[in-house]
């Protein structure tokens, strides 16, 4: 781990970057999660003033033990052995290149170092951001899907509950299609809240309001399908109707983001009317939670597939969650319209379909 990049500045800002030298190694050829994604963003964070008042961490990789807490061994043995025998594809969406074995493991091992940036008693750290590839919210305990081999942000809540004693985790799902894999993963655990705010329907189908979780977990599990077509209002509503009360009644050590920016209005993989201010509102309002909490605060890069866009929201992000961690305004964020989005009759009939599905769990 670095300080701040300029070993003379008298500030740091509060939430640290990872970085992850070998994401390049994951190769995808013209597939939309390709390398080119976090090297834009990462050109274009290294250009501002403000990266030499960052920490900024080189992901390393993790050893097979600490993904082998939430994907059994024989998931690794399928990865492994198709990256060995060449590359290949693990499913119609899902390629591997002779590498990707070892950069999941990197990626997995920049989602660990996000937490204990945070975790560790003597950090400087509020949050982390970590910018790493392959995503991993699809993976399910036993399968590779939609460009997912290992689960990151699975990975890292295990690793907070393990190593520094976190009992409760929370996590956040913005990425435009449902986490399908994390919530695979704590479907049946109390101890992980999950929440998942994704367009409905959508690849890969999963995330019905009424999936709220099984056995022990039931009611760990929060699904907000989106209608097509909603904007920056509609998502920031569901953050304050149901995400913030939720994860402030859970009160979690740790609050982790799949941060995924493919419900931007520009991005070609969905089909929502999110903007710049959308991604800068709603991650200022997790900053703000998990200051209010005490809580440490984790993003792990899911989706975002176009080049043009990531960089300036990626950006947005960190400053948002800057603002939040310490109390402040954030930059722009009164910038939201509040005609964009769906008929506001639908919108509330959605609304009130999650809350009633949470209803038997949690007073909303």
């Not at 008929?343 to 769990?361: C, H, I, N, S, Y």
Request: with cysteine.
């Amino acid at each position: 781990m670095s300080g701040p990049n300029d070993p003379g500045a008298q500030e740091t800002l509060p939430t640290a970057v990872v970085v992850q030298p070998g994401q390049a190694r994951h190769q995808t050829g013209g597939h939309p999660e390709s390398h080119l994604r976090l090297e834009a963003v990462i050109d274009h964070l290294e250009g501002l003033p403000s990266w030499s008042l960052r920490t900024v961490i080189e992901a390393e990789p993790v050893g097979t033990d600490s993904v082998e807490a939430c994907h059994p061994e024989s998931h690794l043995e399928t990865v492994r052995r198709a990256a060995e025998s060449g590359g290949g594809w693990l499913d119609g969406d899902t390629p591997v290149s002779p590498l990707s074995f070892e950069t999941a493991l990197e990626a997995c091992g920049g989602a660990v170092g996000a937490v204990d940036s945070v975790l560790e008693p003597a950090t400087v750290n509020r949050g982390a951001f970590a910018l790493i590839r392959p995503p991993g919210h699809h993976a399910t305990i036993d399968r590779a899907m939609g460009f997912c081999l290992f689960n990151n942000a699975a990975v890292a809540a295990r690793h907070a509950q393990r190593e520094h004693g976190i009992e409760r985790v929370a996590i956040i799902d913005w990425d435009v299609h449902h986490g399908n894999g994390t919530q695979d993963i704590f479907y049946g655990d109390p101890n992980v809240l999950f929440i998942s705010l994704h367009q409905w329907p959508l690849y890969p189908g999963t995330g019905w309001l009424d999936e709220t979780g099984r056995e022990d977990g039931a009611g760990s599990t929060v699904n907000i399908p989106i209608p097509p077509g909603a904007g920056d209002r509609n998502w920031v509503e569901a953050f304050e109707r149901v995400v913030e009360p939720t994860v402030r009644a859970f009160e979690p050590g740790l609050v982790i983001v799949s941060a995924g920016q493919d419900g931007h209005y520009a991005d070609g993989l969905s089909n929502q009317a999110l903007t710049e201010v959308g991604y800068l509102t709603m991650a200022h309002r997790v900053g703000s939670v998990a200051r209010d909490l005490g809580a440490g605060l984790v993003a792990v890069h899911e989706g975002g597939y176009n080049p043009d866009t990531l960089p300036t929201l990626d950006r947005l992000i960190l400053e948002g969650f800057d603002a939040g961690l310490t109390g402040e305004v954030a930059p722009g964020s009164a910038g939201l319209d509040p005609s964009a989005g769906l008929d506001a009759a639908e919108w509330e009939g959605r609304l009130e379909e999650v809350t009633t599905a949470q209803r038997p769990f949690r007073n909303l």
